[in-house]
């Protein structure tokens, strides 16, 4: 069965991730279908946080792990306007990602009321690592995107 995402910051667009993990755009008329988490490409990757079988799961194009008390999540931001997402699994490192801060992009370092929930809605690392360090926000957000077999 295919997962339907929502493409990261683009509301209309939906992607599918295939049972055997492969990420495509969605083809043909939009789908009444809720989607069941977020999808996001950067640099090539396809990055996913989405609703699978009673759980969350983070992916990183065939990637894939499960979200619990054994995955951490840390997000650091350096002087030099770069970012890095970073996943533990067991405290084993399994995933970096570094890559330059959406907030230091165009006008934004110009613009007087962009805080920090302007970047959390346009950068999809930030928004993820929140959600992957908050018990409460990722049971509500399993719950949204749990769909009905």
């Not at 493409?7 to 083809?27: D, M, R």
């Not at 990183?60 to 995955?71: F, M, Q």
């Not at 934004?108 to 009321?113: A, C, H, I, S, V």
């Amino acid at each position: 069965m295919k997962t339907v995402l929502q493409h990261w910051n683009v509301s209309w667009l939906k992607v599918i991730l295939t049972e055997n993990g492969q990420f495509s755009l969605w083809k043909g008329l939009l789908s009444k279908s809720r989607p069941q988490g977020q999808a996001f490409r950067v640099d090539g990757a396809w990055f996913a946080l989405y609703a699978k079988d009673g759980s969350l799961r983070f992916r990183k194009n065939s990637e894939e792990w499960t979200v619990s008390e054994d995955l951490q999540c840390a997000y650091e931001r350096s002087s030099d306007h770069s970012r890095c997402f970073i996943l533990k699994l067991q405290g084993r490192e399994v995933l970096r990602h570094r890559y330059r801060a959406v907030a230091s992009r165009g006008l934004r370092q110009l613009d007087p009321t962009y805080d920090q929930t302007d970047e959390e809605l346009e950068d999809f690392f930030l928004w993820a690592a929140r959600l992957l360090n908050d018990r409460s926000w990722q049971a509500n957000m399993l719950k949204a995107w749990t769909v009905a077999p």
